[in-house]
Nanobody, 117 residues
Framework: QVQLVESGGGLVQAGGSLGLSCAAS????????MGWFRQAPGKQRELVALITSIGVTNYKDSVKGRFTISRDNAKSTVYLQMNSLKPEDTAVYYC???????????WGQGTQVTVSS
């Protein structure tokens, strides 16, 4: 099992910035993918950004240039820096961990991000 503990999030005005972090613990493997998904009310959960253990990244088109994902492998922690936030970024953000061996997925408990206009 892998446990994910998220921190960050909150309320910010449009154009502002927030940072999220997520620390993984438990049965961590060296080859993995971590990232962030989000789910707004009444909508499906969607990918925001992913980063592999060797630093390859993938972003949702609408956050490119505004959000930056990074990770610290020594701390098994992934970060999401969110700049130029928009009201449409409002959602619950979930940390994600995929153990590549066996393609097993784990999720954090979610943290609320609210962007006011």
């Amino acid at each position: 099992q892998v446990q994910l503990v998220e921190s960050g999030g909150g309320l910010v005005q449009a154009g502002g910035s927030l940072g999220l972090s997520c620390a993984a613990s438990g049965s961590i493997t060296s080859i993995n993918t971590m990232g962030w998904f989000r789910q707004a009310p009444g909508k499906q959960r969607e990918l925001v950004a992913l980063i592999t253990s060797i630093g390859v990244t993938n972003y949702k088109d609408s956050v490119k240039g505004r959000f930056t994902i990074s990770r610290d492998n020594a701390k098994s922690t992934v970060y999401l820096q969110m700049n130029s936030l928009k009201p449409e970024d409002t959602a619950v953000y979930y940390c994600y961990y995929r153990r590549n061996a066996g393609l097993v997925d784990y999720w954090g408990q979610g943290t609320q991000v609210t962007v006011s206009s």
